[in-house]
T-cell receptor, first 109, second 115 residues
């Protein structure tokens, strides 16, 4: 059983569409990070959210941390082919960073 | 800046053989980690080290061992490889570990196939 459940696991959309990726858990995390990974490379940090209810924006990407610090979402507005990749959420718990399964996003032109 | 360097990039190994995956960082980070990545399972923590001279077990430590003799190096050893250890292995580091764990910086991964 994954401590962090991401959904959907796969998402294929057309350029210009909006999408939301969810990261859910029954556990409370002190912080939550979102990473993006391209084929053949390691994950790269996009954002860290720390406070319950916090919202952070990174250009067309909006990240939200749930009020209870158990879940998070990533919303992409007007997706572009360059957004294609694997998106991973990771929660800090017990001094370790635990990752979700990832969401494989494909944006077709 | 090189950041995290992993070697080898790819390796095919016969079951029962031993193998050491090498990881070196040049950022003087205190904490280092080994994760394995498998389709549908995301990244799972194998072992970690919050500072040189100390190591700890992650989610899936069985069949693996690590050492942290100095700040820069964190090798991962498979004493007797089994096919279920076929995976992509990522080494990572962070400035601090434990309750102060922040951004992780990853290497490019080592793809291991055990036949």
């Amino acid at each position: 059983t994954q401590l962090l459940e991401q959904s959907p696991q796969f998402l294929s959309i057309q350029e210009g569409e909006n999408l939301t990726v969810y990261c859910n858990s029954s556990s409370v995390f002190s912080s939550l990070q979102w990473y993006r990974q391209e084929p053949g490379e390691g994950p790269v940090l996009l954002v860290t959210v720390v406070t319950g209810g916090e919202v952070k924006k990174l250009k067309r990407l909006t990240f939200q941390f749930g009020d209870a610090r158990k879940d998070s979402s990533l919303h992409i507005t007007a997706a572009q082919p360059g957004d294609t990749g694997l998106y991973l959420c990771a929660g800090a718990k017990g001094g370790k960073l635990i990752f979700g399964q990832g969401t494989e996003l494909s944006v077709k032109p | 800046t090189a950041g995290i360097t992993q070697a080898p990039t790819s390796q095919i190994l016969a079951a029962g053989r031993s193998m050491t995956l090498r990881c070196t960082q040049d950022m003087r980070h205190n904490a280092m980690y080994w994760y394995r990545q498998d389709l549908g399972l995301g990244l799972r923590l194998i072992h970690y080290s919050n500072t040189a001279g100390t190591t700890g077990k992650g989610e899936v430590p069985d069949g693996y061992s690590v050492s942290r003799a100095n700040t820069d190096d964190f090798p991962l050893t498979l004493a007797s490889a089994v096919p279920s250890q076929t995976s992509v292995y990522f080494c990572a580091s962070s400035v601090e570990g434990g309750s102060n764990t922040g951004e992780l910086f990853f290497g490019e991964g080592s793809r291991l196939t055990v036949l």
